[in-house]
């Protein structure tokens, strides 16, 4: 490989661990528009599609889904990091337990991006719940925690 080929290859890429969520946020894409079917990305699948790009510097973990409803998140966090790549996601928090947090530091994660819409009961009206009425899959399966977090989609 020549010094030109490689100063040209991708540094930085986005891979989507899973396009299932555990939100239906009234701003997002995946809850208004069509959308492929939910299915989570295997650790088989990610590590072929990391190992083709020899380079990598930074990987963001997440798409159109919450990436903590991946089961392997840690294993491609470490997978990652064992490379050396610097690696982060965007998450609503909703499935944030003690143990996937412990899973994901001890993994090597170096940034968490917790979305939020804010700090007071006004939250709830900006997702799923608000939008939805009182039958919606919002008020049949939300959480303690989940009126408090909102996706922000962030690039
Ligand atoms: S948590 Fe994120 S991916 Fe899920 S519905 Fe809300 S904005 Fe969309």
Known sequence: MTTLSVATLPRSIYI????????????CPR???????DRDLSFDKFRYIVDQFPVLERVVLHGLGEPLLNKDLPLMVRYLKERGTYVLFNSNGIALT????????????????????????????????AMW???????????????????????
């Open 133 to 155: 009425g009182p039958s919606s899959h919002y008020r049949r399966n939300r959480t303690r925690a989940s009126p408090w977090f909102l996706c922000g989609l962030r690039p």
């Open 16 to 27: 989507e661990p899973t396009s299932r969520c555990n939100e239906l946020c009234q701003q």
């Open 98 to 129: 003690a143990r996937r947090g412990q899973a994901l530091i001890d993994a090597g994660l170096d940034e968490y991006r917790l979305s939020m819409d804010g700090a007071t009961r006004v939250m709830p009206l900006t997702r799923s719940g």
């Open 31 to 37: 809850t208004l528009l069509s959308r492929e079917d």
